[in-house]
């Protein structure tokens, strides 16, 4: 049900929008339906390219907010991404790629999106105002002092990312606000806030455009990086991939290649050795050790593939 609203609510929104810069008009566009698509693909593709610049303005708040993230993640806690409408989307897409890129249990990297996961595909009326649903969520998931929460709004004043983030500083999560309008609720609510200010869109308040674009690139550098951070990768190897299907497969097998220049015969006998896992697989082949000693290395190592090559060469792991 859409909670009831104070009579001035509308009016008092609609104030509070026309603030906004990725609500603001843009008059030298007000003749773009009549351009050629040519011309409006043009413009297009030149607003895209100052969304990377905005970004770059807030890489030092960003890697502030991955290595508190990381932290955390290192201890065992999980990722949890909450926003409604493109915002959720993009937080749904995100976590829902992680496990096979970094073979991460569904649970670690979570996506929240108001009115739930029908509104990934089809708009719930509503939902993006109320707070409490977003306590409710996140109550669902039983947060913890070691998770993250990350609310995401174009706008930075969505109740539904507001309220995630209040209720998981409440309950001792870090929280990180990302938005793309200075001086947002949803950044000052937050342990971490980071505004990207990408100016107002193309198509007036469409911030599925450049705002959506921006918190992509973002998100992408929130869970990638916390990754990296977390020994999900050798060098720019994806060596925790997991193997759910045949290009996969043959990724895993390239990849096993260009960390050890190997043989194919000899990274199909250590593939099979390790269930298809590539970084046991990439232990086995440049360690000289068999699969139950490259299991237990990377066991005592926190799955660090660096950190058990280096721990192989004691001898008192031989």
């Known amino acids: 049900m859409t909670p009831s609203l104070p009579p001035d609510a509308p009016r008092d929104l609609r104030a509070q929008l026309e603030t906004l810069t990725t609500e603001a008009f843009r008059p030298e566009l007000a003749g773009i339906d009549q351009l050629s698509t040519l011309e409006i693909a043009t413009l297009m593709n030149g607003e895209d390219a100052t969304v990377p610049a905005a970004v770059a303005a807030r890489l030092p708040?960003?890697?502030?907010?991955?290595?508190?993230?990381?932290?955390?993640?290192?201890?065992?806690?999980?990722?949890?991404?909450?926003?409604?409408?493109t915002a959720g989307r993009l937080g749904v897409l995100d976590a829902s790629e992680c496990p096979p890129t970094f073979n991460t249990e569904p649970t670690r990297v979570v996506g929240l999106i108001a009115g739930g996961p029908g509104a990934v595909v089809t708009s719930v009326e509503g939902a993006e105002d109320s707070k409490v649903l977003a306590e409710d969520d996140l109550r669902a998931l039983g947060l913890t002092p070691d998770d993250t929460v990350v609310g995401v709004s174009a706008s930075g004043r969505t109740p539904y990312a507001i309220g995630a983030v209040e209720h998981a500083r409440a309950c001792g999560a870090l929280t990180i606000g990302l938005a793309c309008n200075a001086g947002s609720a949803l950044a000052a609510a937050a342990d971490h806030g980071i505004e990207v200010v990408v100016g107002p869109e193309l198509l007036t308040g469409s911030t599925?455009?450049?705002?959506?674009?921006?918190?992509?690139?973002?998100?992408?550098?929130?869970?990638?990086?916390?990754?990296?951070?977390?020994?999900?990768?050798?060098?720019?190897?994806?060596?925790?991939?997991?193997?759910?299907?045949?290009?996969?497969?043959?990724?895993?097998?390239?990849?096993?290649?260009?960390?050890?220049?190997?043989?194919?015969?000899?990274?199909?006998?250590?593939?099979?050795?390790?269930?298809g896992e590539v970084k046991p697989a990439i232990l086995m082949l440049l360690a000289d050790v068999n699969a139950a000693t490259a299991?237990?290395?990377?066991?005592?190592?926190?799955?660090?593939?660096?950190?058990?090559?280096?721990?192989?060469?004691?001898?008192a792991h031989r």
């Open 61 to 85: 708040e960003i890697a502030a907010a991955i290595d508190a993230l990381a932290e955390r993640m290192a201890r065992g806690g999980r990722l949890l991404y909450a926003g409604a409408g």
């Open 208 to 275: 599925r455009l450049k705002a959506g674009t921006a918190q992509k690139l973002v998100l992408n550098m929130l869970s990638t990086i916390t990754m990296i951070r977390l020994g999900k990768t050798y060098g720019n190897l994806m060596v925790d991939v997991r193997a759910s299907n045949d290009k996969l497969r043959a990724r895993s097998h390239r990849i096993v290649s260009l960390a050890t220049d190997a043989p194919d015969w000899q990274i199909e006998v250590a593939l099979t050795a390790t269930d």
């Open 295 to 315: 299991a237990h290395l990377l066991r005592e190592n926190g799955g660090h593939l660096r950190a058990s090559l280096k721990a192989a060469t004691d001898p």
